[in-house]
C-alpha cells in the first residue's frame, strides 16, 4: 500500500535541542496533518495544513506544507522530556477519495 | 468523554472465532475509518465509510468486514480471526477534506 517516506525514523535529542523530521511523498497532496502517538493511545492531531506553502506553529510546534504540495515538515523547538513519542505525517488522497495516507513515524527520545 | 471511543480497549482471542470491534462518535462527521497499526509499518486502512449507505475497502481489507449502523456507529469483524490479524485498530473519522481525529484504539491478540 502507498506510504509516505517519514525522516528520520528515531532520534535521540538532549533537553532543550530542536528537532526537525520531514514527509515526502511521489504524489501531490491537498491536505498535510501531523500527529503523535502517545504508547498505547491513539494518534492526536498536532497541526492540519491546507495550503501549499502554510506554515502554522501550535505553541512550540511548527509545520509548513511545502510548495511542491510533496513535502511537509514539522519542527519541535526546545524539546522537553514530555514530547517523547511516535510522531506520524498523514497526507490527504486528492484523488476524491479523501483518504488518508500515513508516513511510518518518527520516534523521539528525549534525554534529560 | 472522548469523542472517538473504540470498545473494548484490549482483547485475546482464539484463532478461528470471530471478533467484533466497535466504534461510535459523538463529533457529527459523516466519514469514518478503520486502521490497522503494527510496529514499523504506520497505519494501514482496511476499511472506510463516508455515509451510512457507504462502504469502501481499504488497502488491506482482506480477512476484515465492517458494517455502518448509523452516522455515529461503525464496526469492524473479524470473522475467523488468524494470529497475523494481531495488531492496534484504530477507528477515525473526520469532515469532508478536514482532519481524522482517532480513537483510543484496541489492542487484539490473536492466540
Known amino acids: 500500500g502507498q506510504q509516505l517516506n517519514q525522516s528520520p525514523q528515531s532520534m535521540f535529542i538532549q533537553e532543550g535541542e530542536d528537532v526537525s523530521m520531514n514527509c515526502t511523498s511521489s504524489?501531490?497532496?491537498?491536505?498535510w496533518l501531523w500527529y503523535k502517538q502517545d504508547p498505547g493511545e491513539g494518534p492526536v492531531l498536532l497541526i492540519a495544513l491546507y495550503k501549499a506553502g502554510e506554515l502554522t506553529s501550535n505553541g512550540r510546534l511548527t509545520a509548513q506544507f511545502g510548495i511542491t504540495r510533496k513535502d511537509s515538515f514539522l519542527n519541535i523547538s526546545a524539546s522537553i522530556p514530555s514530547d517523547v513519542g511516535i510522531y506520524f505525517c498523514a497526507g490527504q488522497d486528492p484523488s476524491g477519495t479523501y483518504k488518508y495516507i500515513f508516513g511510518t513515524g518518527t520516534r523521539l527520545k528525549v534525554l534529560a | 468523554d472522548a469523542d472517538v471511543t473504540q470498545t473494548p480497549r484490549n482483547r485475546i482471542t482464539k484463532t478461528g472465532k470471530r471478533i467484533m470491534l466497535e466504534c461510535s462518535q459523538t463529533k457529527g462527521h459523516d466519514r469514518m475509518y478503520w486502521y490497522r497499526q503494527d510496529p514499523g509499518l504506520g497505519l494501514r486502512l482496511i476499511y472506510y465509510s463516508f455515509d451510512v449507505k457507504d462502504i469502501n475497502k481499504g488497502e488491506i481489507s482482506d480477512g476484515y468486514s465492517v458494517s455502518r449502523q448509523a452516522q455515529a456507529k461503525f464496526s469492524l469483524s473479524l470473522e475467523s480471526a488468524i494470529p497475523n490479524q494481531t495488531a492496534l485498530y484504530f477507528c477515525?473519522?473526520?469532515?469532508?477534506?478536514?482532519?481524522?481525529?482517532f480513537g483510543q484504539g484496541t489492542r487484539l491478540t490473536v492466540v
Open positions: 477515525a473519522t473526520s469532515d469532508a477534506g478536514r482532519e481524522a481525529f
Open positions: 504524489s501531490i497532496f491537498n491536505t
